[in-house]
Nanobody, 125 residues
């Protein structure tokens, strides 16, 4: 069992930056690929970024590539999403998710076993 808690969301102006954190508790955090998804009002949840359990390798949605960076610190059981050059269209609830032994790109909700409760990111124009 893995529990995930996101933090770091808030209100920022377009062009600004935020860093989201996802703290994991439970067993063997290092064995999980970690993903970030987001859900804007009236839209379906979509993939943003992922870091695999080994390597690690990183994957990004085209919409965030070059602006967002996902990273993990094993000693802290934490995964981060650094978001730069934010745009109003980045406004969404951001969720972190965990997939056991994820070693390639997983960009669908059903790929992940555990989810956090989400943190709101609002980007004003």
């Amino acid at each position: 069992q893995v529990q995930l808690v996101e933090s770091g969301g808030g209100l920022v102006q377009a062009g600004g930056s935020l860093r989201l954190s996802c703290a994991a508790s439970g067993r063997t955090f290092s064995s999980y690929a970690m993903g970030w998804f987001r859900q804007a009002p009236g839209k379906e949840r979509e993939f943003a970024a992922e870091i695999t359990w080994s390597g690690p390798n990183t994957y990004y949605a085209d919409s965030v590539k070059g602006r967002f960076t996902i990273s993990r610190v094993g000693a802290k059981n934490t995964v981060y999403l650094q978001m730069n050059s934010l745009k109003p269209e980045d406004t969404a609830v951001y969720y972190c998710a965990a997939k056991l032994y994820g070693s390639r790109r997983y960009d669908k909700e059903q790929d992940y076993e555990y989810w956090g409760q989400g943190t709101q990111v609002t980007v004003s124009s």
